[in-house]
């Protein structure tokens, strides 16, 4: 609903509740529509950046739950590079990486025409100033879903760095948002 009127999403429930199930039913949904539609141009393709701890329940879950998605794991030293990263990219629904890899490939993943990122676990972009934040904020696509069960574990300005990666600007910069609402 909230993507229909270009705003990025969070989802903030507590865990066990479903988040990743809520996700994955999204992502074959639209497939589905899109394959019922006839649409000619694939849905491209979500980026989910997660915790190295859960990128195996990721691969598990969407086996379980959506066994239609088509997920490529980005990780490890055998990972696709440059060309090849872009290319399958878009012939997977999902790509599942780390905040770590969003860091360090920041430059190849930019490349890829991502129809959704979704950062699992969002407080781990809580400092707007930390390299793996920056980096995933500079990822360019035209939604954006966080999924955490603690939007906010010590700081206002915890808020603010999720609330950026949704939708940019919408609570001014950081300085005003702490002279305003901290």
């Known amino acids: 609903f909230m993507e229909q009127f270009g705003f990025g999403c969070c989802l903030a429930d507590d865990m066990g509740l479903g988040k990743t199930v809520q996700l994955l039913a999204l992502l074959a949904y639209e497939r589905e529509v899109a394959k019922q ?98 980096a995933v904020r500079s990822l360019n696509a035209p939604r954006r879903i966080a999924l955490t069960g603690t939007p906010v574990e010590n700081r206002l300005s915890e808020l603010w760095s999720i609330m950026e990666f949704l939708n940019p600007g919408f609570l001014g910069t950081a300085g005003e948002f702490r002279k305003r609402f901290g």
């Open 37 to 134: 539609q006839g649409r000619k141009l694939p849905v491209p393709p979500t980026l989910l950046i997660v915790p190295m701890s859960v990128v195996g329940n990721w691969m598990k879950e969407g086996k379980r739950f959506a066994p239609s998605l088509k997920s490529l794991i980005h990780h490890g030293l055998e990972r696709l590079t440059g060309d090849a990263l872009v290319d399958a990219a878009h012939a997977h629904d999902c790509v599942i990486t780390t905040f770590a890899l969003a860091n360090r490939d920041q430059e190849t993943l930019q490349k890829v025409g991502w129809g959704r990122i979704v950062v699992d676990e969002a407080q781990f972009i809580k400092n707007p100033a930390a390299k793996q934040s920056l």
